[in-house]
C-alpha cells in the first residue's frame, strides 16, 4: 500500500506571496495519478489537479502541479484571499489514499 | 449540472449500521463511463475512501473497512447507498458521495453528511 506524507503542516504565507506544497509517496508512483484537492471549512474539498500536472476545469493558472516518482508538488504563484485553505493530495490508483493536507494560512 | 446530495441518520448508536444515500440528479448512475464512490472526513482530520461502484455492477472497498461495507445502486431512483456495519465511535465522521470519470479523481461531489455514533 502506497501512502501519502504532506509538508509542511501548515504554511503560514501573506497574499501576493508563492505557496510551495510538498507531496510523497512511500513508493513510486508510476501511473501519474495524483490529484490535489482544495478544502475550506464546512464544504467539500475541490478538485483543482489531477494526473499530476491537469488543471480541472475552471482552475485558475496560478495553480501549477508538477513532480514525479515520489515527490509531487503544488505550487500555487501569487495566493489570493480565497487561497488560504488546506489543500490534500490523493493518489486515485491502487490504495486510493489521500495525504493528511497542509494548511495555508494568512500570516 | 450534476447535483449530489448525500441522506441518512445523523446519529447511530455503537454497534449498528450507517445507512447512507446519495441521490443524484443533472446525470444518471447507470453511466459507465464514471464511477460512484463514497469517501469520509472524521471532524478535523483528513479524508479517507470508503469505496466505490460501477453501473456495472464493479465495487471497489477500502481493504481496511471491507468487511462491513456495502455500496449497492437503487436505479429507479438514480441513487447510491452505503451501509457500515457494526460502527463504533472510529466511524464519526463527515460522509461525502462522490463520482469520477474512470482514471480520473472524483471532480463531483455532495456536500457531507455529519454522522455521529454514540448512544
Known amino acids: 500500500e502506497i501512502l501519502l506524507t504532506q509538508s509542511p503542516a501548515t504554511l503560514s504565507l501573506s497574499p501576493g506571496e508563492r505557496a510551495t506544497l510538498s507531496c510523497g509517496a512511500t513508493?513510486?508512483?508510476?501511473?501519474?495519478?495524483l490529484a490535489w484537492y482544495q478544502q475550506k471549512p464546512g464544504l467539500a474539498p475541490r478538485l483543482l489537479i489531477y494526473?499530476?500536472?491537469i488543471r480541472a476545469t475552471g482552475i485558475p493558472d496560478r495553480f501549477t502541479g508538477s513532480g514525479s516518482g515520489t515527490d509531487f508538488t503544488l505550487t500555487i504563484s501569487r495566493l489570493e484571499p480565497e487561497d488560504f485553505a488546506v489543500y490534500f493530495c490523493?493518489?486515485?490508483?491502487?490504495?486510493?489514499?489521500f495525504g493528511p493536507g497542509t494548511t495555508v494560512d494568512i500570516k | 449540472q450534476l447535483q449530489l446530495q448525500e441522506s441518512g441518520p445523523g446519529l447511530v448508536k455503537p454497534s449498528e449500521t450507517l445507512s447512507l444515500t446519495c441521490t443524484v440528479s443533472g446525470g444518471s448512475i447507470t453511466s459507465d463511463t464514471y464511477y460512484w464512490g463514497w469517501i469520509r472526513q472524521p471532524p478535523g482530520k483528513g479524508l479517507e475512501w470508503i469505496g466505490n461502484m460501477s453501473y456495472s455492477g464493479s465495487t471497489y472497498y477500502n481493504p481496511s473497512l471491507k468487511s462491513r461495507i456495502t455500496i449497492s445502486a437503487d436505479t429507479s431512483k438514480n441513487q447510491f447507498s452505503l451501509k457500515l456495519s457494526s460502527v463504533t465511535a472510529a466511524d464519526t465522521a463527515v460522509y461525502y458521495c462522490a463520482r469520477g470519470l474512470y482514471g480520473r479523481p472524483p471532480g463531483s461531489w455532495g456536500q457531507g453528511t455529519l454522522v455521529t455514533v454514540s448512544s
Open positions: 490523493h493518489l486515485y490508483a491502487g490504495s486510493l489514499t
Open positions: 513508493q513510486s508512483v508510476s501511473s501519474n495519478y
Open positions: 494526473d499530476t500536472s
